[in-house]
C-alpha cells in the first residue's frame, strides 16, 4: 500500500514498523516503571484527572 501511494520514496514499512513499535515499547516500560514499580520516586496516576502527579519535592 504504502508503495501505491508513493512509488519512488523507496520506503519500506516493515522496518519502520519494528523500529516505531521498539521505541515505544521502550518508553511504555518506563512509564510503566515510574508509576508502578516498587521504587516509583513519587510518581503516581490521578484517576480523576487522567494525569501523572508528583510532589513538589521532586
Excluded: C
Aim: no cysteine; glycine share 6%.
Amino acid at each position: 500500500m504504502l508503495e501505491k501511494i508513493l512509488p519512488h520514496a523507496m520506503l519500506k514499512a516493515k522496518p519502520n514498523l519494528e523500529s516505531r513499535f521498539k521505541t515505544l515499547k521502550r518508553d511504555w516500560t518506563i512509564v510503566y516503571d515510574m508509576l508502578s514499580g516498587k521504587d516509583n520516586s513519587g510518581f503516581g496516576w490521578d484517576e480523576y484527572m487522567q494525569l501523572v502527579v508528583v510532589a513538589d519535592a521532586v
